[in-house]
């Protein structure tokens, strides 16, 4: 089993950018590929952004390509999502999760889940 944390959110002006971390204990974070969803009030959890276990293949929703960048760093046991030209509507509560299969965009193929951290982003 892996423990996710994720840190880096908090408040930040329309056209600024913050960096997410997700950082694994548990179990080596090189065995599983790694997403970013997020939830905004009222709202269901959605696909951010994927990453496969060498960071080689990356997937983005629509709305943050271009945007936002995951990466990660197997030795230090950490995925990141850097954020850039954050939009209004980018105000969630963002989520990282660890799957042992496959990259992919799908929710309920992911075994893990952090706790999240929060994302505001003011007009």
């Known amino acids: 089993q892996v423990q996710l944390i994720e840190s880096g959110g908090g408040l930040v002006q329309a056209g600024g950018s913050l960096r997410l971390s997700c950082a694994a204990s548990?179990?080596?974070?090189?065995?599983?590929?790694m997403g970013w969803f997020r939830q905004a009030p009222g709202k269901e959890r959605e696909f951010v952004a994927a990453?496969?276990?060498?960071?080689?293949?990356?997937y983005y929703a629509d709305s943050v390509k271009g945007r936002f960048t995951i990466s990660r760093d197997n030795a230090k046991n950490t995925v990141y999502l850097q954020m850039n030209s954050l939009k209004p509507e980018d105000t969630a509560v963002y989520y990282c999760?660890?799957?042992?299969?496959?990259?992919?965009?799908?929710?309920?193929?992911?075994?893990?889940w952090g706790q999240g951290t929060q994302v505001t982003v003011s007009s």
């Open positions: 990453i496969d276990r060498n960071g080689e293949i990356t």
């Open positions: 999760a660890a799957n042992l299969a496959v990259i992919t965009t799908l929710e309920k193929q992911y075994d893990y």
């Open positions: 548990g179990r080596t974070l090189s065995r599983y590929a």
